[in-house]
């Protein structure tokens, strides 16, 4: 089974998503949440810290679980982070060749790492 914790900043009404880079293994050339894998002895909530501080240089203050899906050998916990510290850079560009804020009427056409993503970001950002 592989766990894997991402994380949708929000701020404003907009959202975080970084784009894949294109030749990336998994899922490339399209926009996903900041995250990844699970380290054995992780929580999801430890997973989600680090990766935002290795990938895009922000610490997390305040994050919440939005939804765990669990498909043939994923497990995905995905969470909602509306408080950091630092301004969100891409620290890793062999990961994300991009990074960019979008509001909801931005989504439509939008190439996203999974179907859900688009409900998950449109869920997220109309919530008050």
């Known amino acids: ?8 900043l929000v701020a404003d009404g907009r959202v975080l998503l970084g784009h894949r880079h294109p030749l990336r293994r ?8 900041v995250g990844g894998h ?7 909530e430890q997973a989600l810290a680090r990766e935002c501080v290795e990938e895009i240089g ?8 939005a939804t765990t899906t669990r498909l043939d ?6 969470f ?5 510290q630092g301004r969100p850079t891409n620290l890793a560009p062999d990961e994300h060749d991009d990074l960019r804020w979008f ?3 931005e989504l ?6 999974h179907p859900a993503l688009g409900d998950l970001v449109l869920r997220v950002t109309a919530a008050p």
């Open 1 to 8: 089974m592989h766990r894997v914790a991402a994380g949708l």
């Open 26 to 33: 998994y899922y490339p050339d399209c926009w996903d949440a």
């Open 38 to 44: 699970i380290e054995p002895g992780e929580s999801p």
């Open 58 to 65: 922000v610490v997390v203050t305040h994050a919440r679980l």
């Open 73 to 78: 050998d994923l497990e995905l916990h995905a």
């Open 80 to 84: 909602v982070i509306d408080g950091w």
């Open 103 to 105: 509001g909801p009427d």
């Open 108 to 113: 439509s056409g939008l190439p996203l790492a």
